[in-house]
Nanobody, 122 residues
Framework: QVQLVESGGGLVQAGGSLRLACAASGRTFSSSAMGWFRQAPGKEREFVAGISWRGGSEYADSVKSRFTISRDNAKNAVYLQMTILKPEDTAVYYC????????????????WGQGTQVTVSS
C-alpha cells in the first residue's frame, strides 16, 4: 500500500515558477514508477510527466523544456519543478504511483494523491 500527499501548489503569475512535491509512504516507493497528472476545469485529467524507478523521465509535449520531474528515493518523494508557467497550466495536479514500468495511461496507476491546486494568473 502506498499513500501519496501532494504539496506546493498555489497562485502564481504567468512566467513564474512553482515546485510541487509528493510525499509517499510505503516500502515499495523506490521500485514504483511515479507520474504527475493534471485536471483543468471542464477538462479530462491528462498526463504531465513521469519518472521510472531508475530515473528515466517523460513529459507531455505541452510542458517539455518548462517542467522537470525528479525523485528522491531516500526521502520517498517525487517533485515537479514548473517554470515559465502559463495560464493554461492552471489545474489540480495529482501525483500517482504504480508498481512496474513507467507508463502514461492513467488506469495503470495503482495509487493517487488528493491533488494540489495550481493557479496561474495572466
Amino acid at each position: 500500500q502506498v499513500q501519496l500527499v501532494e504539496s506546493g501548489g498555489g497562485l502564481v503569475q504567468a512566467g513564474g515558477s512553482l515546485r510541487l512535491a509528493c510525499a509517499a509512504s510505503g516500502r515499495t516507493f523506490s521500485s514504483s514508477a511515479m507520474g504527475w497528472f493534471r485536471q483543468a476545469p471542464g477538462k479530462e485529467r491528462e498526463f504531465v510527466a513521469g519518472i521510472s524507478w531508475r530515473g528515466g523521465s517523460e513529459y507531455a509535449d505541452s510542458v517539455k523544456s518548462r517542467f522537470t520531474i525528479s525523485r528522491d528515493n531516500a526521502k520517498n518523494a517525487v517533485y515537479l519543478q514548473m517554470t515559465i508557467l502559463k495560464p493554461e497550466d492552471t489545474a489540480v495536479y495529482y501525483c500517482a504511483a504504480r508498481k512496474g514500468p513507467f507508463v502514461t495511461n492513467q488506469p495503470a496507476y495503482d495509487y493517487w494523491g488528493q491533488g494540489t491546486q495550481v493557479t496561474v494568473s495572466s
